[in-house]
Nanobody
Framework: QVKLVESGGGSVQAGGSLRLSCAASGFMYSFSSVCMGWFRQAPGKEREQVAI???????TYAETLKGRFTISRDNAKRTLYLQMNSLKPEDTAMYSC????????????WGQGTQVTVSS
């Protein structure tokens, strides 16, 4: 059973930084073959794709987040990361990691999410 567990969320003032982690387990194939991503959803808004990192290491970011957020992965630790810098109040949302084998989106597996709150 695939399990994705996020951590690292919290409350921070505008301009601050947070690093989110997503620990993955239960894949019946190599974690390195899994396409991973971060998504976020703010209250009253639709879920938004934040960043994707593919099995070959290539990345895609939401255009508005380029330069502030960095997605990365450690295949040996089966962990996905999201480094978030220069945070803004509008970054406040529930952040979730998601996965799908080989190609994504769409995503097959989702974590429960970790809350990020940025105050002005």
């Amino acid at each position: 059973q695939v399990k994705l567990v996020e951590s690292g969320g919290g409350s921070v003032q505008a301009g601050g930084s947070l690093r989110l982690s997503c620990a993955a387990s239960g894949f019946m194939y190599s974690f390195s073959s899994v396409c991973m991503g971060w998504f976020r959803q703010a209250p009253g808004k639709e879920r938004e794709q934040v960043a994707i990192i593919r099995s070959d290491g290539t990345t895609t970011y939401a255009e508005t987040l380029k330069g502030r957020f960095t997605i990365s992965r450690d295949n040996a630790k089966r962990t996905l990361y999201l480094q978030m810098n220069s945070l803004k109040p509008e970054d406040t949302a529930m952040y979730s990691c998601a996965a799908r084998r080989l190609v994504c989106p769409p995503m097959n597996y989702w974590g429960q999410g970790t809350q990020v709150t940025v105050s002005s």
